[in-house]
């Protein structure tokens, strides 16, 4: 399956409609509704004004020209005119601005609430998602939906009381002519219907290809050095510029789609216009009609044409809006994260256990773990050795919940972790992981994610993670922005910043993967040690591909394909003669060359 596919979903079980829609829509417009009448009063007060205009042809033509002239006529009609196009443009900007507060108070709410469905859904959502699909849904998407609801909006409920209005004005004048056009709305709207079934699969392609060329993008941006590197501009520009044709052909195909609508509704309606005038020279032949009737009978006739085509080009705008429902409404239907119990977890001693555990990415798959069992005595530093794939990082993953375990219980302190409230589990553990992750903002307010900053404990922090010196060489210390993902700072750097988070936030479980990965010879010693420092008292998982790192762990457990085939420490691994002391008899070699 096409993971950037999968946010889609039908919205309802007739699937993604105007109606479906609006249903889902409704708890957020709900709060907005009397702006919404406001707005709509305002529309019908504007196009009640389209209908005064041949209203007033009709006295204007039969008693303000001649010898007979009626000079109220005469006068009043011009006075009139101007009154109408005050109301007029008075009603269109209420309208409009009524219509874009709600729509941004709707956008402001579908936009925190997609955020907030994102932030607490399950870890398995940010592996099938790529970051291009959540951010155009959150972020481009929705504003899709901000146009339906404004100039579509404004299209359909105005122009369509525009319609109501001249055609109720027609039928007034002459109810015979007026036939003719009714018979021409319905073919009208049958051809409308075809058409936008094409626009809405064409709206779902496009939207697929639109994800796929940005995760291009994302990519190409995220790999840049990769690019560089390997001269890999011409293949990735030949990658984008593909993906952009097929782009540009899709919407050339929903152009040339909807465009049908609008001179099929112009063809047809120039039939009827035709169709009209042989009728009211004939009735007027016999004294039926006036020509101040005929004139404003045309030229209500000619009035409703441009709504009705305002009506027809709606309909893009439409489709795209509906295919966007589904991205947004895919996102905020997402499962959330399982919050667990309710018991709470204010101080955890760290005794950890794994019984039986095992784990699978998907039911089809091999189990990534199988039956692992071991336990962690409060205090004690257990270590994790073994080839890649064997199931490590998967381990450890379980204990804060990213996912989980297929079979078997996880326990802390002796109790099933998911009988535990989440966040009070997670409060009790500090991660650093190989993958360093900085959040465009100071230094401090790094250190101290998701709590307020203490800057005595922010600078102990630094000193303990082996920064100070680096510190000081700032202009702003610790309040000194690092950019996107730390990208002022070097690797070692951003390695040691993401050591003191997890030091500043004394967790009494800490989990270190790799967590010396990107530091020197004499940075990882200064690190190491203050690592051991704050291990005291604490149980702590540790993942280390290079053995020198955890040869003074209280207990090594290693893994081979989801298994524990050797525990014990370091000096009792390496006497076994096992995996242990072959893998450390490769690195020994590797490091001696």
Request: aromatic share 6%.
């Amino acid at each position: 399956m096409d993971t950037r596919n999968t946010l889609r979903k039908t919205i309802g079980a007739t699937g993604t409609s105007a109606a479906s829609v609006m249903k889902r829509l409704w708890p957020y417009v709900k709060p907005n509704l009397w702006v919404i009448v406001l707005a709509i009063v305002s529309m019908g007060a504007s196009a009640a004004t389209d209908a005064g205009i041949p209203a007033l042809l009709k006295p204007l033509l039969d008693h303000g020209f001649g010898a007979k002239a009626n000079v109220s006529a005469q006068w009043l009609v011009p006075l009139a005119v101007i009154g109408l196009a005050l109301v007029r443009g008075v009603a269109q900007y209420a309208s409009g601005y009524l219509l874009s507060y709600v729509s941004n108070r709707i956008l402001l709410d579908l936009r925190l609430r997609m955020f907030e469905r994102m932030i607490h859904t399950s870890a398995s959502f940010f592996q099938r998602e790529t970051a291009s699909t959540v951010i155009n849904a959150i972020v481009f998407e929705v504003n899709q939906i901000l146009s339906v609801l404004t100039s579509v909006m404004i299209t359909l409920v105005r122009d369509s009381l525009t319609v109501l209005f001249l055609l109720g004005y027609l039928f007034y004048l002459n109810w015979r002519l007026t036939l003719i056009v009714a018979v021409i709305l319905p073919g009208i709207g049958w051809i409308v219907s075809k058409i936008n079934r094409r626009l809405r699969r064409l709206g779902r392609e496009q939207q697929t290809l639109t994800n796929e060329l940005s995760y291009i993008v994302e990519e190409t941006v995220g790999g840049y050095k990769v690019v560089k590197v390997h001269n890999g501009e011409s293949y990735e520009m030949n990658r984008f510029a593909a993906m952009s044709k097929r782009l540009r052909g899709y919407a050339m195909r929903m152009t040339v789609s909807g465009g049908l609508a609008q001179p099929i509704t112009q063809f047809l309606a120039s039939i009827a216009l035709a169709i009209v005038i042989t009728i009211a020279v004939v009735q007027s032949a016999h004294d039926q009609t006036t020509v101040g009737g005929f004139v404003a009978f045309v030229t209500s006739m000619l009035l409703v044409i441009s709504p009705l085509k305002h009506l027809m080009d709606v309909n893009q705008p439409l489709q795209r809006g509906m295919t966007a429902a589904e991205l947004i409404f895919g996102l905020i239907d997402e499962p959330l994260e399982p919050t667990g119990g309710t018991r709470k977890l204010p101080a955890a001693r760290g005794d950890i256990e794994f019984r039986n555990v095992s784990f699978a990415y998907a039911a089809s798959e091999r189990p990534i773990l199988d039956r692992v069992s071991f336990k962690a005595a409060p205090g004690e530093m257990i270590a994790l050795a073994g080839p890649s794939g064997s199931g490590k990082t998967t381990l450890v993953n379980l204990l804060p919940r990213f996912f989980d375990p297929k079979g078997g219980t996880i326990l802390v302190d002796g109790v099933p972790i998911d009988e535990y409230d989440i966040h009070e589990l997670r409060g009790q553990i500090a991660m650093v992981s190989q993958d360093v992750v900085l959040f465009n903002d100071t230094i401090a307010a790094n250190v101290a994610y998701g709590e307020t900053a203490d800057r005595a404990r922010v600078e102990a922090a630094l000193h303990a993670a082996n920064l100070s010196d680096m510190i000081a060489t700032l202009p702003e210390g610790i309040d000194t922005p690092i950019g996107g993902n730390g990208m002022r700072l070097s690797g070692g750097q951003r390695q040691r910043l993401a050591i003191a988070r997890a030091i500043y936030k004394n967790a009494p479980i800490l989990i270190l993967d790799e967590a010396t990965s990107a530091l020197d010879s004499e940075s990882e010693r200064h690190v190491q040690a203050a690592l051991e420092t704050l291990m005291q008292g604490r149980t702590t998982l540790v993942i280390a591909h290079r053995l020198s790192t955890i040869e003074r762990a209280d207990r090594i457990l290693v893994m081979e394909s989801g298994h524990i085939v050797e525990q014990g420490n370091h000096d009792e691994l390496l006497r076994q003669g096992g995996l242990y002391a072959h893998l450390h008899r490769i690195q020994y070699q590797q490091q001696a060359a």
